[in-house]
């Protein structure tokens, strides 16, 4: 029998967290017994493997450095439970097959790896710990997007290559952003930046930008012909840019101290619709209305039933869906 306990997480990204955890004769574990058992296992810098599953005679883990080496599972074990609130309390999703069944976290994999994944094949998600071991890829967005791609491979199955492999990406993005804000944390607020904790570039810029994707470098910022043939990490640029102007609008807005600038493909405005509603449709559209094969055509049509069916088809949501495509250049 476990104990369900709640204890203290001193995270590198998130300050100091409540953690769900278990008590198991005298030792607590991280077995997040309240949300399908998800657990979270030290790598210990192998690249295989399960790990030991962290355990301790005190509830309190980590130090919010990264030396410590229960800190970055703090982090990792915190943004698991967040996404499955979310997903949960918000999209009435339980777990990432929606069977209760919680996942694995891995933390420590390799040697200062500075990459995170999600594998369908131990539904478990690893993270390196960044570079020269200081930053590891723990962060609320950065699990919320693992995660996601399980419950994307777990849904529409999008096919991560060509249209619908930069469709998967976004999606991840999406609800890295989503579970950011629903989060509400004051150290990690919300934002439409992927990866603006872990410094992945070194000078503290985000890896990804949702309300102009082409600020990184190599993301589109709307679709065109040949989109399918570049990296799905860049074609997922304009998924992301219709979710950011579905939500906030286009032009210039900001929200929590970040300001952004949404362009559009087509030069007309977007009138945003919140980015709760925006969630909604992007997740009935993706669980009741995509496949393995969708593309960005298939994505509008997707998209536009699902909000027709939460909001009706002469709504504002409607129109928004529409112009908000319009402006990534897909459809009319
Ligand atoms: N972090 C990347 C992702 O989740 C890893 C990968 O490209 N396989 O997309
Ligand atoms: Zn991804
Ligand atoms: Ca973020």
Redesign the pocket.
Known sequence: WQGIENGTGNTQYSGTVTLGTALSGSSYTLNDTARGAHKTYNLNRATSGTGTLYSGSDDVWGNGSASNTETAAADAHYGAALTWDYYKNVQGRSGIRGDGVGAYSRVHYGNAYVNAFWDDSCFCMTYGDGTSNTHPLTSIDVAA??MT?GVTSNTAGLNYSGESGGLN?AT?DIFASTVEFYANNSSDVGDYLIGEKIDINGNGTPLRYQDKPSKDGASKDSWYSGIGSIDV?YSSGPANHFFYLLSEGSGTKTINGVTYNSPTSDGLPVTGIGRDKAALIWFKALTTKFTSTTNYAGARTGALAAAGELYGTTSAEYKAVQDAFAAINVGA
Do not use: F
Request: net charge negative.
């Open positions: 997007h693992e791609h990406e991840s990490h």
